[in-house]
Structure formats: structure tokens, C-alpha cells
């Protein structure tokens, strides 16, 4: 087996930000290669743990663009040129983390991707992200130019990892790859159950922005006249606000979001998602979750540990409310997703696509 003291590696991420999903996945790889250089398009000083921001980030020149901290999607249009300027000559491996445009990085070096999903700006949200009518016609020569962009850049890569099965089954659709499935981590250590009792009501944890429809969520208790609390922030935050009903908390830390999820009835998570951490974080706390049967869900709720629903959440937080589902269960299916077991698995896999790639390279 390669020693990591063999090889040099860098690691390309399309923008940090804040600390969310993407960003926890970062820090164990950062646990496992505590040399690596890291590229992102931008870095936000400050914002992410200290595990992250000890190791060297060079950043591109969309870093000096005003306000990209927090209207980075307005560069989209300068993103793919921005990405191919790093200069990552001198290292083994290049692994990326793409969900825009990292997965295009120009490199001579073995390079490992690992996949959150295919630009979902230009293929699975565009009605998200551009509108329709006439914004969505003003916007098409940038799609199709970002749509060829992501097409003409996919033989850069050599191996796909893909977070979820319903990303593998994007990347097959979108690129005509093979990819291997390769799960997120949950932080089992910080997320656990507490001897509290559960209370009678529901919890929805997100950004507060289109696609995480959490405004279902409250539709479907205000239906049933279930209480319901909100945990977060986002761009669609006075629309969400403006539906009434729920018990809207804001932004929180990891310690309130862990309490919440260890006395919630259960986690409603309505939204389709690349993969989605937030119902495996309830589950490691204990926490039944009802979810829609799409997405990143399906990988991570069973009929053991929830309720998974095609049409009707009212629907199905009745059925859920006619069943008991142990705790017990619920922490024993999120242990499939822990820290410890993912940081093995992407070492094991970027040192195996690594020894292949060498091998190869002497046969010819």
C-alpha cells in the first residue's frame, strides 16, 4: 500500500465560503492528507475550522471580485477560465471536489474526483437558478457555453467518486462515466442520542432557499396542526418567514442543532438532495426522519428508521404517526456513515486509482 509520505496531493474545491456539508467532508480529508494544498476559486478568512484553514489555500483571481464571499453564483460566468489558471504541476494526485467546475482543473497528474454532483446550475436546477420566461431566454447562450464547458472537460478526470447513488446515476446520464459510490461522513462522535425525552414536535434543518422546500414542511403542519421548528438562514428567508406558522430559530450552532435533534418527534426533510448529511445527522441523535423518496434519501432512510414519501407529506407524517421507531435504530443505520469509516475509504480509494495509474503509465 502507498504511504502517504509517497505521493503529493492537492486538493481543488470550487469556493469555501462557511462550514456547511461539503466543507466537513474537507476537514477529514484534511485529517487524512495533513500536507495537502488546497485551490478553491475564493476563501472566506476565518470562516471555516481550524483543521482546514492550517493547511496552505491559493485561491484564484475571482478572490479580488467584489462581494464574492456572498454573491458568488454572479461570477458563474467567469468560473471555468477561473479554475483552469491554478498551477498544479508538481503533485501525484489531483483530488477534486466538484459541484461547478473544480472537476475541470487542468492537471498532468492523476486525477480523482470526487463528484456532490454535476454543475447543477446548467443541468438538474436551471429553473432554480436562472427563472423561466424571459430571464431564462437572456440567460441560454451562458447555459449552453457552461453545458459544452462541462461535457468537453470530463476526460480530464480518470477516476469518478460519486456521493450517493443518485449522483453515480447523474454522472453516467450527464458524462457516459463509470463512478464508484462513496458516502459523506456523519460526525458520529459529536451527533449522539441523549437520555431526553422526545416532544411533540417536528423539525426541519436547511438553507432557507427554493429546492430545500421546506416551506412544504410547513404547509404539511399547518395542515395537521403540528407544531414545527426551523432551523436556518438563506436567501428566501423573508418568504419563508412570510408563511406563519412555524417557529422559525435562525442560524445555530452544532450544540443547539444536536439538541434539537435529540428531542424533535422527527426530522421532515422535503427537499431532493445530491446526498443531504442533515438526515443522518438526526438519525446518529436518534431522530425518525420523514423524507421525500428522492435524491440522497433513498441511500440514507429505511423503513426501519423513517418514512420515505412520493406525493403527500401530510400523508406521510400520518403514517409515521401510526408507527414507533426505535431510536436505537435510527443511530445504528446513520453508523454506516461515520467519519472514521469514510476517511478510510477515499485514502483507500485515491492509493488504489494511484498504483493503477503508475502501473499503467509503465506499461506504456
Avoid at 57 to 66: A, E, G, V
Avoid at 167 to 174: G, T
Avoid at 200 to 228: F, M, N, Q, S, T
Avoid at 257 to 280: N, Q, S
Amino acid at each position: 500500500m502507498i504511504r502517504d509520505s509517497s505521493y503529493r496531493i492537492a486538493i481543488v474545491k470550487d469556493f469555501l465560503p462557511v462550514m456547511r456539508g461539503a466543507e466537513k467532508v474537507l476537514e477529514a480529508w484534511c485529517e487524512v492528507w495533513p500536507r495537502a494544498e488546497i485551490f478553491a476559486l475564493f476563501h472566506t478568512p476565518g470562516a471555516l475550522t481550524p483543521t482546514i484553514e492550517s493547511h496552505p489555500i491559493r485561491t484564484s483571481f475571482l478572490q479580488r471580485f467584489p462581494a464574492i464571499h456572498s454573491k458568488y453564483p454572479n461570477y458563474l460566468p467567469f468560473m471555468p477560465s477561473a479554475i483552469e489558471t491554478f498551477d498544479l504541476r508538481g503533485y501525484d494526485v489531483v483530488l477534486s471536489m466538484s459541484q461547478c467546475v473544480a472537476k475541470g482543473a487542468v492537471t498532468d497528474a492523476l486525477h480523482v474526483c470526487y463528484c456532490l454532483t454535476p454543475m447543477r446550475y446548467v443541468w438538474d436546477m436551471v429553473d432554480e437558478y436562472f427563472g423561466t420566461g424571459l430571464k431564462r431566454a437572456l440567460a441560454a447562450p451562458l447555459i449552453r457555453y457552461l453545458r459544452n464547458w462541462d461535457v468537453a472537460t470530463v476526460p480530464r478526470v480518470h477516476r469518478w467518486l460519486a456521493i450517493s447513488n443518485e449522483v453515480k446515476d447523474r454522472i453516467r446520464r450527464r458524462y457516459d462515466r463509470p463512478s464508484e459510490v462513496l458516502f459523506p461522513p456523519g460526525d458520529d462522535a459529536f451527533y449522539t442520542p441523549a437520555d431526553v425525552p422526545r416532544e411533540d414536535w417536528y423539525l426541519a434543518v436547511g438553507a432557507l432557499v427554493p429546492y430545500k422546500r421546506l416551506d412544504r414542511a410547513i404547509e404539511a403542519c399547518r395542515a395537521l396542526g403540528r407544531k414545527i421548528k426551523v432551523i436556518g438562514t438563506g436567501s428566501h428567508e423573508k418568504r419563508f418567514r412570510a408563511l406563519g406558522y412555524a417557529e422559525f430559530l435562525g442560524w445555530q450552532p452544532g450544540e443547539v442543532i444536536r439538541d434539537h435533534y435529540r428531542r424533535c418527534r422527527a426530522l421532515l426533510f422535503p427537499g431532493e438532495e445530491d446526498f443531504g448529511i442533515v438526515p443522518v445527522e438526526a438519525q446518529l441523535c436518534g431522530a425518525p426522519v420523514v423524507a421525500l423518496a428522492k435524491g440522497g434519501a433513498l441511500d440514507t432512510v429505511t423503513e426501519q428508521t423513517g418514512v420515505l414519501y412520493r406525493d403527500s407529506l401530510t400523508e406521510a407524517i400520518r403514517a409515521f404517526e401510526a408507527r414507533r421507531i426505535d431510536p436505537a435504530a435510527c443511530r445504528a443505520n446513520a453508523l454506516r456513515f461515520t467519519r472514521e469509516g469514510h476517511k478510510r475509504e477515499i485514502r483507500e480509494a485515491v492509493e488504489r486509482a494511484l498504483e493503477e495509474h503508475r502501473r499503467d503509465s509503465r506499461q506504456h
